[in-house]
């Protein structure tokens, strides 16, 4: 029985195959596909440009004197620390 799945397989893959090569073969087809591949991997991997568009963080880490919500905030999170340690340690 799991030989003649794998000969199944196989011709499946095979007819697969030539079918691929036989819609590639027509260059409309593989401009479409050159373009569709080249999309989905910018999607997975943006280019250095596009990471840098999302780069630039107006605030980042040094809260402005006068923000009392983002004081508290940054001030929460400079305790959380201590605070669990001193949890661990009790």
């Known amino acids: 029985m799991k030989r003649v799945v794998g ?3 196989l011709v ?3 007819a697969g195959a030539s079918a691929a090569a036989m ?4 260059k409309p087809n593989r401009l479409k596909a ?3 591949l080249r999309d989905m991997k ?3 991997m943006p280019t250095v440009f ?3 568009e999302q780069l630039p963080i107006h ?3 040094h809260p402005h004197p006068h923000d009392i919500e983002d004081n508290k905030m940054v001030d929460e999170g400079a305790t959380y620390a201590v605070q669990f340690y001193n949890e661990k340690m009790q």
């Open 7 to 9: 000969i199944g397989s």
């Open 12 to 14: 499946a893959v095979g």
């Open 23 to 26: 819609w590639l073969s027509n």
């Open 34 to 36: 050159e373009s569709y």
């Open 42 to 44: 910018r999607k997975v």
């Open 50 to 52: 596009e990471k840098a």
């Open 59 to 61: 605030k980042g880490g």
